[in-house]
């Protein structure tokens, strides 16, 4: 550009020097011809000094741009130093920024490796205290071991030196007596009337046994003749469901007819090999007047010992006997009372039944002494409001003072029994309500004669072996004596009820509390829906939500999902089936004890298995109806011969895994194995758990075999290969290494097992090698206790 401006500037000043020139030989040639300048001579001459006039305008603006151009150059070479340096500056940043970069990375490996280090170390300080603390435990049991077997020595020396003190047998002419023949001899005796004992014992259980099994043969004899009178009418021949109860009660019969020779086999063995033990054998071989007051002062302190106790079960016998007569005069004064109360408050509000009439504390049904649909009665103010909801008085008060306690629980009992009996496809529906009945005045047990359906109901009575369940006694040569002596202390006596420490300032909520607690799901329950969900979906996320389901009135404890129905078990209690096709509420099952945990459906048999407590009942969901109800104890019954008084003994049923025909049901640190065609227990899996099995998993495989997996709080899981008849099945392989706390979840896909623990860690197990393939940790901040894979 420089060098263009002063190429210009030259041509320029040229051209003004030629413009110059010629301007004077036009002048001087004007002027040699004549002198006087003419007007032509005078316009060519401004011509001239016009365009040298611009020319000099030109070359000044031309000067001006090139000093304008000199000082843009010297701009642009301040500006080309700055941007070098600058670039400089940023090359140094980058430099710098991937040193800072790479440390970073070293730092965080660095305090990664430290974190796992810490975390192995909390491992092994966690396992180390869990072995100090077994072995804590294992030293306190060695110290109270080692502490008895001091006392008792101490108890022997004390003996020994009471004994020398006495001296009426310590000496004969003059020189002591070894007291070992006497001991023998005592010891002789007390293990033959042990043994007498126990075979009276064992005689006696035995023929308890042999009553109650006869009876029961009758009873069943008795329903199966009603079942197979029901098949005979055209009405019911073709029930499947009889046809089922009368297999299954024939079953049951046939089990009860072979217990009864079990036992009557069982009474001949104890009989051949009872030993007859004669006193007199005894007697006459005590000689020695020494031998005869030591054998006589040990049976002296047996019978005190013995009476003693007969008297401390004889005062704890009354002492329940009293506090039964006080529970009865408690529940007198609770009836009249709330009698009373009830009786002035509808006097005062002139309150109306549903169906117009008045309420009564009177009531002709006999199925039922809590009548459902009343809880839902309202009372109403004189101005017109809406009060809330009360109770009548046939819901809360005891039966009519007409009508016994015994007739009232018989009838009720009796009614269940012939429903039962006559209408086989009889089942309750889901929503109705089952209260147990309520305290009454008499504490008479009536015995309700219900059959299971199936033999292994009797499980509990009956065990699969031709000996029965009865206490075993051992007797060895160091069998200690029964005679404890005086100074041992009796044991204390049970508490004696006092009314003053249960009692309530708001006698109405006392008295009504237990039936409150009984109540079961409201019948006024809103019917469930499934709404879109309409706020807007994030791009990044893999899972987008669509729809909300909302129906329960508590926390939603499991889930349960197929093409067509999602099943949903909550805390209120109950089981929703929505119906994803129509999004909506298909039907609820109700009627739980407690909370329902676990929930699967079997597409199949269109069988619906829920969870509660120590139960699974299982629905057909065709129906609506209630068909089986499971127990921990591995007892199966017909809704149609199932109490509504729902037992709290069992254990809890924790996790529950299905397959093609089998159920799996984890209880405590083992898993029983139901066949799902006949409803019974066919089999355990013993893993060696040292704590509750909290979830299981189920995959078929090709052999016709199914693999569980079992997690346990225990930190380990194990797998099992379960045949077609399984028996007993022992744990043939655990998982290694395990979790550092118990395992929540399982997902088995194929031969892939994933894990899911308390200690927020994920596992990825391969099932053919038995390893670890990968483990996620720190998966998310609280306990895993769920997980599902994709098809």
Known sequence: MKQHYEEKLVLLQEKIQATVKERDSVLASYGKGNNEPTEKVKKIKEDYEKRLADMQREMKSLQTAKREHSKLLKNQSLNENQIRTLSNEISEMKRTKVKLMNKMKEESQRHKEAETKRNREIAVLKKQSRIDANRIKKMEAEKRANSIVLKRKHEEVAALRTAVNRKPWMKTNGRPKDRKQSKQKWVSLEKNIAESTINKQSISALEKEMVRKIESRAEVQEELNQKKALLLDPLYATSRVIREEVENLQANLDHIQTSIRDLQNEILQVEENKVTFESGDVLNTIVDPSETSYILEKLYNMALHQSCLAAQNDSAVRELQAENEQLKKESEVQEQLLRHLLENREKSHGRLSPNGNSSSTTSSRSTSPIDNGSIHNMLRRENGKQRKKMMAPQDLLFQNESTGPVSLSTSYHSSHSHSAATSPEHHPAPGSNFAPPPLTRSFTTIKVQSVPASPVTLRKGLTLSPRINRKTYIISSNHPSMEKGLDASPPGSPPVYRRQTSREENVFS??????????????????????????????????????????????????HATDDYLFTASKDRTVVVWDLRGMRESQVFGNFPNSVVAVKYDPQNNLLFSVSSCYIKVWDIRSSKAIRTLNSQGNSTSWSSQSTNFESTNLTINAIALSENSLYTAVCDRVRVWDLRKFSVVGKLLGGHQAAIMCLAVSPTDTGEDVVVTGSKDHYIKIFNVGAEPGLVVTPATLEPPHYDGIQCLALRGETLFSGSRDYVIKKWNLDSHELVTSVNAAHRDWVTDLCCSQ
């Open 510 to 559: 006392r008295l009504t509390s237990q039936l409150a607690s009984s109540i079961p799901m409201s019948t006024s329950r809103k019917p469930g829906k499934i709404t879109n969900y309409n706020f807007p979906k994030r791009g990044r996320a893999r899972l987008q939500c669509t729809n909300i389901v909302e129906g329960h009135s508590k926390a939603v404890l499991a889930l």
